[in-house]
């Protein structure tokens, strides 16, 4: 198993920046950014393959950036350009590596996930 603690999140003004951080207990495992709000289905927000790729769902394309430390264990995601539409909770999610790219949005394909940081962006 692997634990996973998401940080960095907060509330910000429409254009601001935030960046979030998903610290694992394991290297072991491939980490994707997905995000939630209430009444709606968990999206794949980004996420890194092993070859060091990333895919972004449409809606935050040349406004968000993930990138990984590989030394720490640690996923994270520099959030600009913030938009209203973008608030919502954050998870950090992983899968054990193996057998495939890491790289996904579909959160199926996922087993483990963090408890969540909360980003609110005002008009």
Same mark, same amino acid.
């Given at each position: 198993?692997?634990q996973?603690v998401?940080? =960095?999140?907060?509330?910000v003004?429409?254009?601001g920046?935030?960046?979030?951080?998903?610290?694992?207990?394991?290297?072991e495992?491939c980490?994707?950014?997905?995000?939630?709000?209430p =009444?709606?289905?968990r999206?794949?927000?980004?996420?890194?393959?092993?070859? &060091?790729?990333?895919t972004?769902?449409?809606?935050v394309?040349?406004?968000f950036?993930?990138?990984?430390?590989?030394?720490?264990?640690t996923?994270?995601?520099?959030?600009?350009?913030?938009?209203?539409e &973008?608030?919502?909770?954050?998870?950090?999610?992983?899968?054990?590596?193996?057998?495939?790219?890491?790289?996904?949005?579909?959160? &199926? &394909?996922?087993?483990?996930?963090?408890?969540?940081?909360?980003v609110?962006?005002?008009?």
């Amino acid at each position: 198993q692997v634990q996973l603690v998401e940080s =960095g999140g907060g509330s910000v003004q429409a254009g601001g920046s935030l960046r979030l951080s998903c610290a694992a207990s394991s290297n072991e495992y491939c980490m994707t950014w997905f995000r939630q709000v209430p =009444g709606k289905e968990r999206e794949g927000v980004a996420s890194i393959g092993s070859d &060091d790729f990333a895919t972004y769902t449409d809606s935050v394309k040349g406004r968000f950036t993930a990138s990984k430390d590989n030394a720490k264990n640690t996923l994270y995601l520099q959030m600009n350009s913030l938009k209203p539409e &973008d608030t919502a909770m954050f998870y950090c999610a992983a899968r054990k590596r193996g057998g495939h790219l890491c790289r996904s949005l579909l959160a &199926d &394909d996922y087993d483990y996930w963090g408890q969540g940081t909360q980003v609110t962006v005002s008009s």
